[in-house]
């Protein structure tokens, strides 16, 4: 599987994760201009913007780790632009980072949710 699809695959399953923690899913992929957030959804009080990292293995660190300072800004950037051309207004945002991390050769698949992960000071 390349890249691309096993990225699509690992956000297909973080979107199934949030589902089953409560969460509404609002968009998968979502696009402003050039730039995308993976999953956006609602968790009862506030939108949440998740990045989510799919590593095959953690030999270079935690897929979150990859969710440097660049990555963050285009994602404050698309945030902004979801809520203007959606016209939310008064209501509270958050930035969350979902890893999903293959384990045990590829037999094991981890997923681990780290909420409020950065937020607008980056």
Not at 16 to 36: C, N, P, S, V
Not at 104 to 115: A, C, E, K, S, T
Request: proline share 2%; aromatic share 10%.
């Amino acid at each position: 599987m390349d890249r691309r699809a096993s990225g699509t695959v690992a956000e297909r399953m973080a979107a199934a994760f949030l589902r089953l923690k409560g969460y509404r899913i609002l968009e998968l992929q979502y696009r402003y201009r050039t730039k995308e957030i993976d999953i956006i959804a609602w968790d009862g009080h506030r939108v949440v913007f998740v990045e989510v990292k799919f590593r095959r293995s953690g030999r270079w660190g935690t897929p979150g780790e990859a969710v440097g300072v660049k990555k963050r800004k285009q994602i404050l950037f698309a945030a902004r632009g979801y809520l203007r051309e959606h016209s939310v207004h008064d209501v509270g945002c958050r930035f969350d980072v979902i890893e999903v991390l293959l384990e045990d050769g590829g037999l094991g698949l981890h997923l681990n949710h780290i909420p409020g992960a950065f937020g607008e000071g980056g």
